[in-house]
């Protein structure tokens, strides 16, 4: 459960730094340059994003369940 809250904690801020930069881009526009390029990059990298931590999670419980039934060599 607390993995669960890292990676919404540490994903909100990334997105909350990526749509800033979003809406400070009206600034410094640039002439002939469509804002809708820059939204579908920031929802591709987010699914990007999502679907990478879903895989390193399975990936980590995996090595997490063959580490656990080995044995270190010490007995209680």
Known sequence: MFYF???FQSTFFD?????????LVGQV???NFEAGILLFIIMATSIIMTIAM???????????????????GYST
């Open 29 to 31: 526009e640039v002439e």
């Open 5 to 7: 809250f890292t990676i």
């Open 54 to 72: 879903v895989y390193d999670k399975r990936r980590n419980q995996q090595a997490l369940n063959k580490a656990s039934g080995i044995s270190i």
């Open 15 to 23: 997105i909350m730094g990526i749509m800033l930069f979003y809406f």
